[in-house]
């Protein structure tokens, strides 16, 4: 529950830019969650650091969202300000050659934009769905292909709204689909990407290999949020959960998809709790099967009931 006087505040600041009791159903891939005590949608960099110091000042807890490709939200909702950072889209070819991508810039408009402008070294995320901001926090990719190898800074605001900064890749400190540089409530504004001059039609053809792979092997027709769980050390989550015979099970409208078992689908009417049960299940099973402990890749979020 935000305070009334947070709300007032939140109001006079964003105007329509800000939402009640909003719905993250409608703000995740996977189509479930429960509603946010607010959703804010800044349309500037200065708005969204005058958002941060407010929240800091009324003791509100922040959640950043890119696209909701990899968050799974409890049915009970989420305390605090959800702070979309979607209407920061500013994306130019820079010297170098670079690329410049603000954190709410698509997957697909920096591919496209690579592809027209003939820059290589980012196909590598074609298929990736999301936005720049939740790439550089999930360190996004694919086998050993990763942001950290084409990233060469991130310009970010410290939690409280105050402390701009420019972080390198040391700072950043990227790991498995981790970023620890924004790790302590840092929002990521822009990020700079490493790139190298290609012919247009090259750069258009290993893009349309790798999303072809992805037609051919992933559930892309039915909700979801990708890889539930991050792989083993030297195995596949997909692997280990489809030999535990649990491919194609089902809770209410969830399925562990039969194409690619590191995926939960979502056949229509899924709720955060079939979701959930269905994760328990692939973990208790693996582990009784393997001895392996399989942690979760998605960052689930919210409330926990009783
Ligand atoms: C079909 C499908 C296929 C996928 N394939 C892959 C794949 O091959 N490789 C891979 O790595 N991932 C994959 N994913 C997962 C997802 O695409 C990535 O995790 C992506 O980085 C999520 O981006 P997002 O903008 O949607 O982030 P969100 O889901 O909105 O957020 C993810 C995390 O980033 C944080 N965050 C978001 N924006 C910011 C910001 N500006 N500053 C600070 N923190 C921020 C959020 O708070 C959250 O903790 C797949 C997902 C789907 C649905």
Aim: charged share 25%; proline share 4%; aromatic share 4%.
């Amino acid at each position: 529950m935000i305070p009334n006087n947070a709300c007032s505040a939140l109001k006079a600041l964003l105007d329509d830019r800000v939402k009640f009791d909003a719905p993250m159903s409608r703000q995740t891939s996977l189509r479930v969650g429960g509603p946010a005590d607010a959703l804010a949608t800044p349309q500037n960099r200065e708005e969204m650091a005058q958002l941060l110091a407010l929240c800091s000042q009324h003791g509100l807890p922040r959640t950043f969202l890119g696209a909701g490709f990899n968050l799974l939200v409890r049915e009970d909702g989420l305390d605090g300000v959800v702070i979309c950072t979607k209407k920061l889209r500013r994306l130019e070819a820079r010297s170098g050659p670079t690329v410049f991508a603000e954190s709410g810039v698509s997957h697909a408009s920096l591919t496209r934009f690579c592809v027209e402008q003939g820059l290589s070294g980012l196909e590598f995320g074609a298929g990736i769905p999301g936005t720049i901001g939740g790439w550089m926090a999930m360190n996004a990719g694919i086998g050993h292909r990763e942001q950290k190898d084409v990233v060469l800074e991130v310009e970010s605001i410290s939690a409280d709204g105050v402390k701009k900064k420019v972080l390198d890749s040391a700072a950043l400190g990227f790991g498995y689909r981790r970023c620890a540089g924004l790790e302590h409530g840092a929002v990521a504004l822009s990020a700079l990407f490493q790139v190298r001059p290609a012919s247009p039609k090259k750069v258009k053809a290993e893009v349309d290999r790798l999303l072809g792979q992805r037609q051919a092997s992933q559930p892309l027709n039915a909700p979801s949020c990708g890889s539930v769980f991050r792989n083993p050390p030297g195995d596949y989550a997909g692997r280990l959960i489809e030999q535990a015979g649990l491919s194609g099970e089902r809770l209410g409208g969830a399925e562990i998809s039969r194409r690619h078992a590191n995926f939960i689908v979502n056949q229509g009417g899924a709720t955060a709790d079939d979701v959930l049960g269905l994760i328990k299940r692939a973990r208790e099973s693996v582990r009784k099967m393997s001895g392996i402990e399989l942690e979760t890749e998605v960052r689930i979020l919210g409330r926990i009931s009783g």
